[in-house]
Nanobody
């Protein structure tokens, strides 16, 4: 069973920063993709960023590329999403997701494993 430990959400003013972390366990493999999706009230879940646990290959949405940085700590099996210059439109529930194969950072339907999510609220 794949399990997630997520942390790092919260309330921040526009222009501020937050760091999300996510540890996925139970794959039985060291090579997988892990990343985040977000969902604002009344909107569809959208892909933010993801990274390979093995070689660090990453993909990010254009809307966050210049502000968010994803990384992976192999020693801790933990992914991090450093979010800088946050905007009110970044507000939403951020869900950690993982999968053994990479198909798309943007399509939530192709990701098999999901965390519970953490709330990020950016005030104006």
């Amino acid at each position: 069973e794949v399990q997630f430990v997520e942390s790092g959400g919260g309330l921040v003013q526009a222009g501020g920063s937050l760091r999300l972390s996510c540890t996925a366990s139970g794959f039985g493999f060291d090579d997988y993709y892990i990343g985040w999706f977000r969902q604002a009230p009344g909107k569809e879940r959208e892909g933010v960023s993801c990274i390979s646990s093995s070689d660090g290959t990453s993909y990010s949405a254009d809307s966050v590329k210049d502000r968010f940085t994803i990384s992976f700590d192999n020693a801790k099996n933990t992914a991090y999403l450093q979010m800088n210059s946050l905007k009110p439109e970044d507000t939403g529930v951020y869900y950690c997701a993982a999968d053994l194969d990479y198909l798309s950072y943007a399509d939530p339907d192709v990701w098999d494993y999901w965390g519970q999510g953490t709330q990020v609220t950016v005030s104006s």
